[in-house]
């Protein structure tokens, strides 16, 4: 079984200001991550996502992610906000070797960028 | 590029109703699932196909059919509404059906059920 915790459910930061948005999993097998984010009123599209390789991923929008197989995590991090980035952000595992792109998300983190 | 294209995009029901969500994608994938979104809980996968009529259960599958006869739709189907189905509902696709392929997902059904 897999289960995905997000630490913090709202993280509000000033524009311009770095950020972390933490993820930790649990899972009896290996299993492949990605972050995803929802803007307001949209569906989910993916940021960015670890496979296999460098522990360090970088995504879209400026965003990167590095994954820690000691510490079970997958924290995602920027290094200048902007208003734009105001969404919320899922972190998500999904196990290889199942025959079917299936993910589990954790409940989500609410970044708001204040002026 | 339509990508996912959910329909409708708000639904009032009455408990004890039944209704279909739609779910279309033009991409030609063979991969799709639906996924309710409920506040504090993420997104929980109801049931998902790997291609045309196949069809499988995910976590949270009790009250909920679906069957995939094309593989451009795959419509899911309330029996009998209950008030704890009240969600966002999202359907979602990617081109193949192994792990790690990106998933594009619908902008989503909010159902009330009162």
């Known amino acids: 079984a897999q289960s995905v915790t997000q630490l913090d459910s709202q993280v509000p930061v000033f524009e311009e200001a770095p950020v972390e948005l933490r993820c930790n999993y649990s899972?009896?097998?290996?299993?492949?991550l990605f972050w995803y984010v929802q803007y307001p009123n949209q569906g989910l599209q993916l940021l960015l996502k670890?496979?296999?390789?460098?522990?360090l991923v970088k995504g879209i929008n400026g965003f990167e992610a590095e994954f820690n197989k000691s510490q079970t995590s997958f924290h995602l991090r920027k290094p200048s906000v902007h208003i734009s980035d105001t969404a919320e952000y899922f972190c998500?595992?999904?196990?290889?070797?199942?025959?079917?792109?299936?993910?589990?998300f954790g409940t989500g983190t609410r970044l708001t960028v204040i002026p | 590029n339509a990508g996912v294209t959910q329909t409708p995009k708000f639904q009032v029901l009455k408990t004890g109703q039944s209704m279909t969500l739609q779910c279309a994608q033009d991409?030609?994938?063979?991969?799709m699932s639906w996924y309710r979104q409920d506040p504090g809980m993420g997104l929980r996968l109801i049931h998902y196909s790997v291609g045309a009529g196949i069809t499988d259960q995910g976590e949270v599958p009790n009250g909920y059919n679906v069957s995939r006869s094309t593989t451009e739709d795959f419509p899911l189907r309330l029996l009998s509404a209950a008030p704890s189905q009240t969600s966002v509902y999202f359907c979602a696709s990617s081109l193949q059906g192994a792990a790690g392929t990106e998933a594009f997902f619908g902008q989503g059904t909010r159902l009330t059920v009162v």
């Open positions: 991409m030609n994938h063979e991969y």
């Open positions: 899972s009896s097998v290996s299993v492949y």
């Open positions: 670890y496979l296999s390789g460098s522990t």
């Open positions: 998500a595992v999904s196990p290889p070797g199942t025959g079917a792109n299936n993910l589990f």
